[in-house]
């Protein structure tokens, strides 16, 4: 599978983005897709995933952002409002076949390239 994450930039506190990552693959195939930051000198963090209709959110960012998924495009989306300073990183958008719930990361299969998201005070 491969997954081609876009969306990201520059943007100011109290603003807004949506990331998308789209799959190679049908939806059929793909069981859990989640999103993940990386902050530079910081470990690689879960902020949401996936799985059929069922979403899990970093306590971080409940309220503020929502992942949502299209089979029909094989693509899943993170919608960010309220962007805080400290929401800026790099964000991977991750995918597997079998059912997982992985707060580091280290489980998933697919990755894709990652998107750069900076939120200036």
């Known amino acids: 599978v491969q997954l081609q994450a876009s969306g990201g930039g520059l943007v100011q506190a109290g603003g807004f983005l949506r990331l998308s990552c789209a799959a190679s693959?049908?939806?059929?195939?793909?069981?859990?897709m989640g999103w993940y930051r990386q902050a530079p000198g910081k470990q690689r963090e879960l902020v949401a995933d996936?799985?059929?209709?069922?979403?899990n959110y970093a306590n971080s960012v409940k309220g503020r952002f929502t992942i949502s998924r299209d089979p029909a495009k094989n693509t899943v989306y993170l919608q960010m409002n309220s962007l805080k300073p400290e929401d800026t990183s790099i964000y991977y958008c991750?995918?597997?076949?079998?059912?997982?719930?992985?707060?580091?990361?280290?489980?998933?299969?697919?990755w894709g390239q990652g998107t750069l998201v900076t939120v200036s005070s």
């Open positions: 991750a995918a597997d076949k079998v059912f997982l719930r992985d707060v580091v990361g280290t489980r998933y299969d697919y």
């Open positions: 996936i799985v059929r209709g069922d979403t």
């Open positions: 693959e049908s939806s059929l195939s793909i069981i859990v």
